[in-house]
């Protein structure tokens, strides 16, 4: 058997998983909801500020793929609880959805 990573595209409600989210870094994360920082993403559940559960890990853009695949990887062995998520396609939906609110729509 080969097993790969390969990205599924999902229709989530952007504000659960902003509420849930874990943004990483190389070593340590910041909680999304209350931008709590150096949370240990290998092993904290819910984040010691606010009590929120995380549920969702994006990890902040690296310039080499092959390190954001092997950066997964490990997350994927320690927290297979956690739903890993492209933080491109969160930032872009809190940007477009606050341009919404700003247009009203
Ligand atoms: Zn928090």
Redesign the pocket.
Known sequence: MHRLFVRIWNELDIDEVKKHLLKAGELSA???????LG?DFSMQKT??????EFKFIGFRKKSNPAEMISAIRRIKEKRPDLTVVDCEDIDRAMGKSKAQELFGR
């Open positions: 910041n909680c999304e909801n209350c931008q709590h949370i984040c010691p500020n606010c009590k929120t």
